[in-house]
């Protein structure tokens, strides 16, 4: 039998990232036919694409992996404080082979469709080589950021350069050596990007849209010592990834940056700034629900933005104005200090936006400007663009897209489910903490929820699972109560969508906290699954 004619398995898994690599190892150690299809030609998710200079994790490394095998924990040496993508990459690979995972993944094939067949209770899945599988079960683990976002320039056929985008990257080196580059994008990509770039570049031209806060990650090379230490505290980094809100390590600390006075708040923003990392984010709890203590740190880092560039006339076109970590907090490695070069130049394209893409490079409102290369850094349609990339039906034939109307809709039960689309689970899906944990820890969780479901329909002889519409409109609107009260809904982000010309805005992650949420799942699930419909073809005929 060709490896694409497969049929009748139990489940099928999109994807072979951190969800998708895990998903299948649990599946199959607990005796589920599985296959995983991968767009890519090798494991990785997003860490397969994402190859452009710099891309680097901005999680600490010994958070940022799995927790599920001490053994591998063991095993694995992690270099540096944030993880280049070539070391998570390798990461995964051997993640890949330690659990022979590659002989049920199907590389270089992109599910294309997916659609419930009501009589027989089965999901028939077609795949880009025109073949197609059938399974009881499909699971997504697309992720949140999979979908790239090429905004739709006139005129980049003319272009006579290369382009690429950050999120689609070549295997092989791009040689930006004496050429005139041009970056559009200044998010954690284009933050990443943009300094290397630079080194190597005739000359950098930024198109800024918003400017960003971002701090310095001063990663450094790990210390053989503590990595030591690390592996003898396993279960201690196993608990702060899966049994805090942040998953990651760092813990919020619980008091209001307004209780301190402004000396002693400067004298601690000082001490996070110097020590690199994220640790200026959970320097005080209230920043995303407090407009003036958010003003606190939002002044501190524009105050740190015009001591280090130099020219201040750059410096006051690189001074945010949003709340602080209402757009993704970005980490960087000599960011605002590549302003000081002399081959770089920023543009400020909100006040002078790109009109199109030239033979020659691209034109603002201002002017044009003669590019040899154009990276587009200009991220993703996030959290329901992986979704709705595909041509995925539920009941009646109705299509994701239609039922979550383009967006606007979005009705899910914890970010795992959705009603009318029986057998069918997303892992960090819409709704659920996802990207405002450690992707890892909220995608252990997930899977782990998932493999005891399907073993429970198994044991009790089930057939069909599906949230009941009331749970779900339950969930979703405690989502937009909780999201509603933070400071997050006030910024245009890819977070609500905002980034995407003509999606429709809505927030879509979690924010009631990682614990909090485990705690709800777990209680699901401790009930036989409440808030679910579980049917037996019985009933379904
Ligand atoms: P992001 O964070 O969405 O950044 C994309 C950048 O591209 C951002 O600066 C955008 O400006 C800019 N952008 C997007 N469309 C345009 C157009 N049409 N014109 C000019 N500029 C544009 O994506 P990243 O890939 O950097 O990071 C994604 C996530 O990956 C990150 O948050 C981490 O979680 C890891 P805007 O801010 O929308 O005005």
């Known amino acids: 039998m060709s490896a694409n004619q497969v049929n009748n398995l139990d489940v099928v898994v999109l994807g072979a990232g951190f969800s998708g690599l895990y998903m299948l190892h649990r599946l199959r150690e607990a005796g589920f036919s599985t296959r995983v299809y991968e767009a890519g030609d090798g494991v990785g998710g997003v860490w397969y694409w994402n190859r452009y200079p710099g891309a680097r994790c901005d999680i600490e490394s010994i958070y940022y992996n799995y927790s599920f095998s001490e053994e591998l924990y063991q095993e694995w040496n992690w270099t540096s404080r944030y993880p280049d993508q070539p070391e998570i990459l390798r990461y995964l690979n051997y993640v890949a082979d330690k659990f022979d995972l590659r002989r049920d993944i199907q590389f270089k094939t992109r599910i294309i469709a997916a659609h419930y067949d009501e009589k027989m209770n089965l999901w028939n899945v077609k795949l880009n080589d025109g073949t197609s599988v059938s399974a009881k079960y499909f699971i997504s683990g697309a992720g949140c950021l999979s979908s790239a976002n090429l905004p739709n320039f006139k005129g980049l056929e003319s272009f006579k350069g290369e382009w690429y985008h950050t999120g689609k990257w070549p295997q092989e080196k791009v040689d930006f050596k004496g050429k005139r580059v041009g970056v559009i994008g200044t998010g954690s990509s284009g933050v990443q990007a943009i300094p290397v770039i630079a080194k190597e570049a005739g000359h950098l031209t930024v198109f800024q849209r918003t400017p960003q806060y971002t701090i310095p990650a001063r990663n450094h090379l790990y210390d053989p010592a503590f990595i030591k230490q690390t592996k003898e505290n396993f279960a201690e980094i196993k608990r702060l990834m899966r049994e805090t809100d942040t998953g990651n390590g760092l813990q919020i600390r619980n008091i209001s940056a307004l209780s301190d006075s402004p000396a002693k708040r400067r004298e601690l923003f000082e001490k996070v700034w110097e020590e690199g990392g994220f640790g200026l984010t959970s320097s005080y709890n209230d920043f995303l629900i407090n407009e003036e203590a958010n003003h606190t740190v939002s002044d501190f880092i524009r105050s740190k933005i015009k001591e280090i560039v130099h020219n201040p006339e750059t410096a006051a076109k690189l001074l945010p104005d949003y709340y602080f970590g209402t757009k993704r907090p970005i980490l960087d490695s000599g960011y605002y200090e590549t302003y000081n070069r002399e081959n770089v130049t920023l543009v400020d394209v909100k006040e002078a936006p790109i009109i199109e893409i030239t033979p020659n490079g691209l034109r603002t409102i201002d002017g044009e400007y003669e590019l040899d290369i154009i990276v587009f850094a200009t991220g993703y349609d996030g959290m329901t663009g992986p979704l709705f990339k595909m041509d995925i039906r539920g009941k009646g034939g109705m299509s994701l897209k239609e039922k979550w109307e383009g967006g606007s809709m979005v009705r899910s039960y914890l970010g795992l489910a959705t009603s009318d689309f029986p ?62 009260a933070t400071l997050y809904v006030k910024t245009e982000s890819w977070y609500t969508g905002a980034n995407i010309a003509g999606k429709p805005r809505s927030f879509l992650i979690y924010l009631g906290g990682f614990v909090h949420y485990t705690q709800k799942c777990n209680e699901v699930a401790a009930s036989g699954y409440n808030g679910f419909t579980l049917s037996t073809i019985k009933a379904l005929r």
């Open 423 to 484: 057998n069918f689970f997303m892992i960090t899906g819409p709704e659920s903490p996802s990207v405002l944990v450690n992707m890892p820890s909220a995608i252990e969780q997930h899977v782990e929820w998932i493999i005891d479901c399907l073993e429970y329909l198994r044991e009790k002889g089930v057939d069909a699972i599906e949230p009941t519409v009331e749970a779900e409109e339950a969930w979703s609107k405690h989502c937009r109560e909780v999201a509603e």
